[in-house]
Structures are given as structure tokens and as C-alpha cells.
């Protein structure tokens, strides 16, 4: 069960900007859905269904990452993570 904060985003408010921020990559490089869809080895339908609704397989995101030369970014997904209580900090210290 998800739990929200007065103004946190819902997930799938969260994976269409994730979304449309490929999108805008993709049309600034100057890459067709088709070409992109081809060059990350995804299935076009799939690339459109992410554009339009944020939907898509982490593998298909990843794919779309390397292709469009992002996969540092996608890499470094939670890599700063902040501590968010006292017994995660000491949780942490342990590994």
C-alpha cells in the first residue's frame, strides 16, 4: 500500500515525467519513435505506450537509456539516496 505526502507526486504521475523527459531527449537528437525503437531494440509499440501513458518494462527503459547514450543517468538512479531516520543511519553503518 502506497502512502502519499500532502503534495508527493503518484507513481504514475512520476513515470510519465520520466516519460515525457525521454520524449524530449529523443526529438532534441533528432530520433523518430521508429528509429529509437529500433536502435534500443524495443518494440515500437511498446516505446509509443511509454511515451503516451509512462508505461514500460525496466529492461525497455534501460534499453532506451543506452541507446540514447543516458545510462550513467539511469546508472546513478538512487545512488544519494538521504537517510530518513537515526536507524536507517545506523542500519547502514552495519553493511
Known amino acids: 500500500m502506497y502512502r502519499y505526502h500532502f503534495k508527493q507526486r503518484t507513481p504514475g504521475e512520476i513515470d510519465q515525467s520520466i516519460a515525457e523527459r525521454l ?4 526529438k532534441r537528437r533528432g530520433l523518430s519513435q521508429a528509429r529509437l525503437s529500433e536502435k534500443a531494440d524495443v518494440s515500437l509499440g511498446s516505446l509509443k505506450r ?3 501513458t509512462g508505461q ?6 534501460t534499453k532506451i537509456a543506452i541507446a540514447l547514450e543516458l545510462s550513467e543517468e539511469l546508472e546513478a538512479l538512487f545512488e544519494n539516496a538521504p537517510f530518513l531516520t537515526i536507524r ?3 542500519n547502514g553503518s552495519d553493511q
Do not use: A, C, H
Open 23 to 26: 520524449r524530449d531527449i529523443r
Open 50 to 52: 511509454f511515451e503516451q
Open 56 to 61: 514500460i518494462s525496466l529492461l525497455s527503459l
Open 88 to 90: 536507517e543511519v545506523i
